[in-house]
């Protein structure tokens, strides 16, 4: 008998593992370029253009090509059979209306992969690729929320400083290589499941000219001329190729060339799922570039783009507000997060201001991706006081509140959270208590509630301890960064107890690069007229420098609170009643 129940039990867990381990279907895409038997089919959704033009270039620095009329259907589709065209074609579209400025030629926003010029314009051509991949049986890797451990990062940052000992610096290929500092190494000695970049959609890097006049614009606030970070997205089924082994930020170079991008961050991403590591997108699907040339603002800006009675576009904060409600757009971006998931095996999205997004449309977004991948991860920054609503939804959230009543308030140093020992006006023992439930007052489960100290947006954590204890303030001067980060006792103190109640809350916990070891952001030296050098940096989203930089010689340094962290991460991992608890599991004492 006992025999019979191992071999059922054996079964079982076969038919279980093999139908977690069921390959992933690719889906098409209604638009760009398709290979087809003796050529290639070209399609561009264009409704109240009344020409356009596909456009073939020989070289990559031309500005005209061949010229081919291409065919309007009733649906405002346009199409064009190229014969004998192969693959590495770079192509775009000359469209002539309304709506259409026929002196630039705009690529396709369907491009899967594309050659970009570095200026603020982001002059691009769509490539055509064979964007086929050996897989060797990789699915997604699909782990519980409670359960996830999210390291958020910047995919260049923690491989291009001289300490990570990588290879191939700043780059996807970077991020995987063996017996280095950074990237994969660090994130398996630290033993977090879950990685979320920062975005890797093909976005403009350079911004229009520092203290110049461009087109009606003047640039007085970026010396850098440089997006970081990368939330200005262009094309959104194209990886970013500045990331590739060929990458380079020379001015008017151009990257992507040969379209290395598509199979270098697919291989970063199967060597993630290998160590167990679930891997999360930063994706922006409310807004697009101010500056450059997008193609969805050549294309039909009323049918893409919100605007308002003089038909100028409509901006929140970063840049020109997508449509979103719009079918169109609407299909265009769940199109691109399916692409993402089919053919790269992304296993979730954390969304850049989703309150922006209507309630219909981030139901939309929830119940078509689950329809892939029921157990996708989906979070988002549900400002405004929406973290309730999206969570009723279905989707988790950053929560403000958890950073805030341990911190303190965000702008006013004065006003501090519980890690000082007291709690704000506003605030009590309770609302700690809420905290470590998974702030059940706001999330309808804990599996909703995104946990931080510290993310890319404002001071880092350390930072902010520094200030709101008058250590520091913000316009101090920083000579020396390693002697800057060095923990006196207080601080080791704060530090540990924030990591201690974030990774043994209920709920999600995410971790910034670097704050497992009390990192700063202080403004580098560089060749840019910035009269802020030296100080304390809290939006370092145009730095692509030392300020932003991981330098791995500090883990060394503060190694107490790395240890710290890492053994709080097993802790986490090794017992479920830090994540899987309920209410009537905890007894709070005094």
Known sequence: MNNLIKIFYTISLIIMISSCMQPITKLGLSYGAFLRPGGIEFKIYAP????VKLVIFEKVDDESGNEYPMEKLENGDWTYFLKNAPLGTMYGYRLTGP?????????????????????????????VIDASFDWEGDTWTNIHPRDLIIYETHVRDMTVHKSSNATAKGSYLGFIEKDQNGGIEHLKSLGVNAVQFLPLWDFANFEIPYKQDADGMYNDWNPY?????????????????????????????????????????????????KEGMAVILDVVVNHISNYDWHPLKYIDKTVYFKLDKQ??????????????????????????????????????????????????????????????????????????????????????????????????????????????????????????????????????????????LEVHDDYCFNDYLRLSSSRNSKDDIIDDPMRHIELDDDLLRKNKLGAFILLTSQGIPIIHQGQDWAHSQIIAETDANDPNVGK????????????????????????????????LIDLRRTHTEFRHATKKDFKFQG
Not at 102 to 123: C, F, G, L, M
Not at 537 to 564: F, G, H, I, S
């Open 99 to 127: 709506w259409n400025d026929e002196n630039v030629i705009v690529a396709d926003p369907y491009s899967k992969a594309t050659v970009t010029q570095n200026n603020w314009r982001h002059v691009a051509k769509s490539l």
């Open 536 to 567: 304390m940096d809290r939006n370092p989203y145009n730095k692509d420098n030392e300020t932003n930089w991981v330098n791995w010689l500090e883990k060394e340094q503060n190694k107490e609170l790395a240890d710290y962290y890492s053994g």
């Open 311 to 452: 038909g100028d576009f409509l901006s929140q904060c970063c840049g020109n507000l997508l449509a979103s409600d719009h079918q169109p757009v609407r299909d265009y971006i769940i199109e691109s997060l399916k692409y993402w998931m089919t053919d790269y095996h992304i296993d979730g999205f954390r969304f850049d201001q989703a309150h922006l997004l209507s309630a219909e449309t981030a139901r939309f977004i929830i119940d078509e991706l689950k329809k892939i991948n029921p157990n996708v991860i989906i979070y988002g920054e549900a400002w405004n006081d929406r973290e309730a609503e999206f969570s009723k939804m279905g989707w988790g959230s950053f929560n403000a509140k958890f950073r805030d009543v341990l911190r303190g308030d965000l702008h006013k140093y004065s006003d501090k959270g519980f890690l000082f020992g007291n709690f704000r006006d506003s605030e009590s023992l309770k609302n700690l208590q809420s905290l470590i439930l998974g702030t059940p007052n706001i999330y309808q489960s804990s599996a909703h509630a995104v946990n931080f």
């Open 48 to 51: 109240n253009s009344d020409k």
């Open 225 to 273: 001329e440089r997006n970081h970070w990368g939330y200005m997205p262009t094309f959104f089924m194209a990886p970013e190729s500045y990331y590739a082994t060929d990458g380079t930020d020379e001015p008017l170079a151009w990257n992507g060339t040969d379209g290395r991008a598509i199979s270098e961050m697919k291989s970063m991403v199967k060597s993630l799922h």
